[in-house]
């Protein structure tokens, strides 16, 4: 069974960094649309970022210039650095994993992060 595993959230000041990491396990990964998603209390699941092996990105608008994916194929990893973060980026973050084309097929449990004072 596919798995994705988030790690490297917590609680950071505004203005902080946090990395965050998503490793996949029994999957063929290289092929896969890697996205990272963010769900705050009451409200929606959102996109922050989408990363193809080829090298295509797409971000949201609230995230652009503050927030860095990657993936390594290698590890089967995705990665999201996070600068200047925001109160508003309190929320817990998904990785999750679609085929080219279609919808996601695989998401992780989610990992918090706390942007307070």
């Known amino acids: 069974q596919v798995q994705l595993v988030e790690s490297g959230g917590g609680l950071v000041q505004p203005g902080g960094s946090l990395s965050l990491s998503c490793a996949a396990s029994?999957?063929?990964?290289?092929?896969?649309?890697m996205g990272w998603y963010r769900q705050a209390p009451g409200k929606q699941r959102e996109l922050v970022g989408e990363?193809?092996?080829?090298?295509?990105?797409n971000y949201a608008d609230s995230v652009k210039g503050r927030f860095t994916g990657s993936r390594d194929n290698a590890k089967n990893t995705v990665y999201l650095q996070m600068n200047s973060l925001q109160v508003e980026d309190t929320a817990v973050y998904y990785c999750?994993?679609?085929?080219?084309?279609?919808?996601?097929?695989?998401w992780g449990q989610g990992t918090q992060v706390t942007v307070s004072s």
């Open positions: 990363f193809t092996s080829g090298g295509y990105t």
């Open positions: 999750g994993a679609r085929p080219p084309y279609s919808g996601y097929e695989y």
């Open positions: 029994r999957i063929i990964f290289s092929p896969y649309v």
